[in-house]
C-alpha cells in the first residue's frame, strides 16, 4: 500500500516518474559537481592564505624599519648634542637642540621611507 500511495502522489502532483539508474546518476553528477567546487574553494583558501602571510611580514618589515628610522634619528641627535655640551661646556642647550633636529630628522626619515613602500615604480623624469 505504501509504495502505491507514493507512486499516486506522483502522478497527481505532476511528477514524472524516474527510475532508480536515472536519479542515481543525477546523484553521481552532482556529487561530483560539490567536489569539483570544494577543490576550487580550498585551492583559493590556500592562496589567500600565502597571500596573507606575505602581506603581514612586508607590514611587519615596513614597521621595524620605520621606527628604527625615526629612533636612529632621535638619537643620533642626542648623541651629538651631548658631545657638543661636553666639548663646549653649554649644557643642556646642545642636547635639547639637537635632539630636536633628530626628531625632525627621524619624522623626515620615516615619511621618506614610507613613501618608498607604497611607490611600485621609480619616478618618471630627470632633473
Do not use: C, Y
Not at 539508474?21 to 590556500?46: M, T, W
Not at 657638543?84 to 661646556?89: Q, T
Amino acid at each position: 500500500m505504501g509504495d502505491r500511495d507514493k507512486a499516486d502522489d506522483q502522478k497527481s502532483s505532476g511528477l514524472p516518474e524516474a527510475s532508480e539508474a536515472e536519479l542515481s546518476g543525477r546523484l553521481h553528477g552532482l556529487g561530483s559537481a560539490l567536489d569539483k567546487v570544494q577543490a576550487e574553494r580550498r585551492a583559493e583558501e590556500k592562496a589567500s592564505k600565502v597571500v596573507d602571510r606575505t602581506s603581514s611580514s612586508a607590514g611587519m618589515t615596513l614597521a621595524f624599519r620605520l621606527g628604527s628610522e625615526f629612533v636612529a634619528g632621535v638619537l643620533v641627535g642626542a648623541g651629538l648634542g651631548w658631545g657638543l655640551d661636553r666639548l663646549l661646556g653649554i649644557a643642556p642647550w646642545g642636547m635639547i637642540v639637537f635632539m630636536l633636529l633628530g626628531f625632525g630628522a627621524g619624522i623626515v626619515n620615516m615619511m621618506r621611507a614610507a613613501g618608498e613602500g607604497g611607490r611600485k615604480t621609480p619616478p618618471k623624469g630627470g632633473a
